[in-house]
C-alpha cells in the first residue's frame, strides 16, 4: 500500500463543530477510498507520541493538548498520489494561506486549530497508518 495511503485526522476542532460529515465527504468527492477508520480520543501520552518528532518545537505542548482535547476520526485514505493528492485537498496550515475550496479553508478557524492533519510522505503515511490501526483494520 505504500505510496498509495495517507492518514488523515479530523482534528478536535472539527469534530466538535460537526464536520465530519462534511469532510469525509470532500474526501470521498476526491476520489479516495476509506481503508479504516474510527472515532477515538488520544490521550496526552498517545497524542505526544504520535507528534514526537516536533517534541523540540515551540508549539509542541499546546499541539498535544490540543489533540488530547476531544474526540477524533482517524482514517487511512487510498488513491495513488495519496500524500501530494490529500494535501492538495486539505490546504495550507495556515487557513488564511489556503486555496479556496479546501477542507482548512472551510473548516479551519486558526493554524493550530486547523480542522485535519495529513500525513506529510509516503514513509509517514504508512508509520501514522500503522500507529492508529493494525493490518487486520485496513481492508484496501
Known amino acids: 500500500m505504500a505510496g498509495n495511503i495517507t492518514l488523515t485526522m479530523?482534528?478536535?476542532d472539527a469534530v466538535k463543530a460537526n464536520n465530519i460529515g462534511n469532510i469525509l465527504q470532500m474526501i470521498n468527492k476526491a476520489g479516495f477510498k476509506i481503508v479504516a477508520m474510527k472515532y477515538t480520543q488520544l490521550s496526552k501520552a498517545k497524542a505526544g507520541e504520535f507528534y514526537e518528532v516536533h517534541k523540540e518545537r515551540p508549539f509542541y505542548g499546546?499541539?498535544?493538548d490540543f489533540m488530547s482535547s476531544g474526540p477524533i476520526v482517524a482514517a487511512v485514505l487510498?488513491?495513488?498520489?495519496?500524500?501530494?493528492?490529500f494535501r492538495t485537498l486539505i490546504g495550507a496550515t495556515n487557513p488564511a494561506e489556503a486555496a479556496e475550496g479546501t477542507v482548512r479553508k472551510l473548516y479551519a478557524t486558526s493554524i493550530g486549530e486547523n480542522a485535519v492533519h495529513g500525513s506529510d510522505s509516503d514513509e509517514?503515511?504508512?508509520?501514522e497508518a500503522n500507529f492508529h490501526f493494525a493490518a487486520t483494520e485496513m481492508h484496501a
Open 10 to 12: 479530523i482534528k478536535p
Open 62 to 64: 499546546e499541539l498535544v
Open 78 to 85: 487510498q488513491k495513488e498520489n495519496a500524500v501530494e493528492d
Open 124 to 127: 509517514n503515511a504508512l508509520i
